[in-house]
């Protein structure tokens, strides 16, 4: 089973900062690591995949990079709306498909 | 659009019987891999099981294989969980979820969820 390990686990941030969330993968995934977006009450809601490309209606401010073992999330300039529970999962060697165990923006 | 509406969910002792179910609306429900994934609040999903596209490929998590069964029927547009020896451990949010049109593919839509509680 794949890894999935997320840093840090709070990230306190204020608006119109830049946020950088970690997600580190114990073997290689190539670039099948999608991030989604957790609001509470609401499920997840899928952001990027294949490591780098927006899903329909991910604001351009959102922004993936990594393969292999290490991926970013950027978050350019938080907006209100941004504070929310981001996970990491990959999809690349299945089953199961695994996720991290979350990074919480909250507000500084 | 693409909607997905999980029910079942319910109270159940350890030991107990459920089935979940998915009703999808809004995409070509014949041609997508479908999932359930499950989760306790507090923490990150869990994928539980999915099902290709004519239910000739089927896959578990370890620790639902052989007590819980996913299924779909393509004509009613529909995806089903069912879940047998429930333990306290599958206390947790369930969500039905679209995959694509083959398994190496990201969750694309969620459910909203359908709550099941495993308790005596």
């Known amino acids: 089973e794949v890894v999935m390990t997320q840093s840090p686990a709070t990230l306190p941030v204020s608006p119109g900062e830049r946020a950088t969330l970690s997600c580190r993968a114990s073997q290689s995934v190539s670039t099948n690591l999608a991030w989604y977006q957790q609001k509470p009450g609401q499920p997840p809601r899928l952001l990027i995949y294949?490591?780098?490309t927006r899903a329909a209606n991910t604001p351009g401010r959102f922004s993936g990079s990594g393969s292999g073992t290490e991926f970013t999330l950027t978050i350019s300039s938080l907006q209100s709306e941004d504070f929310a529970i981001y996970y990491c999962q990959q999809y690349n060697k299945w089953p199961p498909y695994t996720f991290g165990q979350g990074t919480k923006l909250e507000m500084k | 659009e693409v909607q997905l509406v999980d029910s079942g969910g319910d109270l159940v002792q350890p030991g107990g019987s459920l089935r979940l179910s998915c009703a999808a609306s809004?995409?070509?429900?014949?041609?997508?891999?479908m999932s359930w994934v499950r989760q306790v609040p507090g923490k990150g999903p869990e994928w539980v099981a999915n099902i290709n596209q004519d239910g000739s490929e089927r896959h578990y998590l370890d620790s639902v294989a052989g007590r819980f069964t996913i299924s779909r029927d393509n004509a009613d547009n529909s995806m089903f969980l069912q879940m047998n020896s429930l333990r306290v451990e599958d206390t947790a949010v369930y969500y039905c979820?679209?995959?694509?049109?083959?398994?190496?593919?990201?969750?694309?839509?969620w459910g909203q969820g359908t709550v099941v509680t495993v308790s005596s």
């Open positions: 294949g490591a780098s």
């Open positions: 809004g995409f070509i429900f014949r041609s997508y891999w």
């Open positions: 979820a679209r995959g694509g049109p083959w398994g190496t593919y990201p969750t694309v839509h």
